[in-house]
């Protein structure tokens, strides 16, 4: 694929940022649209055009499109807190979905015809069967999911009267940092898994794992765990695919295991040498029971597969940046 200019909104987020410096590594230029503070991009981005703007606002992102004039848009900027979404549905719905509607029709104002779209295995809820093929019934269980399905459905509706081909990503759950620890999981306030384990354990704190009692083998949610450098390399596969002129069409991406949250946190204890406290609370609103990809259909039509996901690769990498950040 030739050297492409790239817009990535929520491109100075964890999983935003990895992709931008991936995307640079292989030639494309890369421009990021982000509303945090211009230093915090910085820190992260380096030497990445950074454009600080917010997508609830039309004018500013129609301006950004009109100047940046991208080959393609990767769509990262979203609230990705489950449990929020279920207090607070309507922050989800103005932020996810609006400010994806003014991006999107920016996009169709200025000609730009691909897009590159993060969702999430939360479209599914409690699936039926696992492993999860794309074709599944789609219930979420939640706000934050439910957004990211309104999403989907926007995109295929754009589709056929305004030329916007996508590509939607549904992953799992993203884990893990770059191998030479400058880049990691690092939300405020952190809302996953991983990472605040680790953290309760360096602090010497008592971790509060949410829900003892779901209908898995160890009473815990399972989860399907994703290295962030690899779900970096599926978006740049699906840039290509749209730039070969692929369809617009949808992809899990996973590993196809799943790991239980008491899993996680032996393999903590494994990697660390150490301890960790661990208290079972009530359930998070909003978890599904287990999550697990069907990854069939991504490694067979975008030549994909996970290269470094598994769970001692993802807690080893996430673990050193904790530990050196």
Known sequence: MSSQRIMVTGG???????????????GHEVVVFDRKDKEIAKAKLGDIQYIQGDLLDPDVIKSAISIVKPDAVIHFAAYIEMGESVKNPQKYYTNNVFGSYNLFSAMIEHGVDKIVFSSSAGVYGNPDSLPIPENACKTPTNPYG????????????????????????????????????????????????????????????????FGGDYPTPDGTCVRDYIHVTDLADAHIKALEALHSGAKSTVY??????????????????????????ISIVS???????????????????????????DLETIIRTAYAYHTSS
């Open 283 to 309: 359930r998070r609103p909003g978890d599904a029971n287990e999550l697990v990809a069907d990854v069939t259909k991504i490694k067979k039509e975008l030549n994909w597969s996970p290269q470094h996901s």
């Open 146 to 209: 439910e957004t990211k399905l309104i999403i989907e459905r926007m995109l295929q509706w754009f589709e056929t009267p305004y030329n916007l081909r996508s590509i939607c990503i549904r992953y799992f759950n993203a884990a893990g940092a770059v191998e030479d620890g400058s880049l990691g999981e690092d939300h405020d306030p952190e809302s996953h898994l991983i990472p605040n384990i680790i953290k309760a354990q360096l602090e010497d704190q008592e971790f509060k794992l």
């Open 252 to 277: 899990n991406a996973g590993t196809g295991t799943g790991y239980s949250n008491k899993q996680i946190v032996k393999m903590v204890e494994r990697v660390s040498g150490k301890p960790v406290k």
């Open 12 to 26: 100075a987020g964890y999983i935003g940022a990895i992709t931008s410096h991936a995307l640079v590594n292989v």
